[in-house]
């Protein structure tokens, strides 16, 4: 079970976001326009996933392109970033906007604007596709500027939510950076050893 959720994880939530869009208009009826934005960020997520994930791209795409053919991303460091760090994360998020604050819930909407940005910024930077970057223009930018721009009007909004939730965005996103380096450079403290787990079939 571990094994098959290890190469199948973004396929799963591809599922479950097909069930949050689901529901979604029957949400509507009891969530403002924000709070459902902010519900919304976590199955366009989901959905961002399974372009960057899907045969293990994403983590290839890295230990080729920037650790040289190491293990610099692990199979298990994708998933405690993705489900630990967006799935969990957002559900949190929403439950912290629903009783505790709205304004916190733009956590979640940096999380995906902050994503697209270095999707965009690495293509750029590459001159070439990176997995992940065709939803990232089509779906992060269009949802996380609208929904930024909804949120922020909210009446209890304020400029303190704003801070913490570009702030958490971007320290999620820089921890995730400096773990590669750290391996990078464990990695090549030691013998050099390539990426073991192939992509699923």
């Known amino acids: 079970m571990k094994s098959w959720f290890f190469h199948n994880w973004m396929y799963a939530g591809l599922i479950a976001g097909l069930f949050l869009f689901a529901i979604a208009p029957l949400l509507a009826e009891t ?3 924000p709070l459902l934005l902010i519900y919304l960020q976590l199955p ?35 998933i405690v970033i993705n489900v630990g760090g ?20 733009l956590i979640a909407v940096y999380l995906t604007l902050i994503n697209a940005v270095v999707h965009i ?29 909804t949120v922020s009007r909210a009446t209890d909004v304020t400029t303190a939510d704003q801070l913490i939730g570009l702030a958490f965005a ?21 013998p050099v050893q390539t990426h073991a787990d192939p992509p699923s079939a």
């Open 86 to 105: 967006v799935w969990a994360v957002n559900l949190i998020v929403l439950y912290l906007a629903r009783f505790v604050d709205l304004g916190l819930g």
């Open 121 to 149: 910024l690495a293509a750029v930077a590459k001159r070439s596709y990176n997995p992940g970057l065709i939803t990232a223009v089509l779906l992060f930018l269009p949802v996380g500027l609208y929904s930024l721009k």
């Open 170 to 190: 971007i320290l999620v996103h820089a921890a995730i950076i400096i773990y590669v380096k750290h391996r990078l450079a464990v990695l090549s403290a030691g």
């Open 31 to 33: 969530f403002s326009l």
């Open 44 to 78: 366009v997520y989901m959905l961002h996933q399974v372009e960057e994930h899907y045969h293990d791209r994403f983590r290839l795409f890295v230990n080729e392109a920037i650790a040289g053919g190491r293990e610099a991303l692990s199979t298990q460091a994708v």
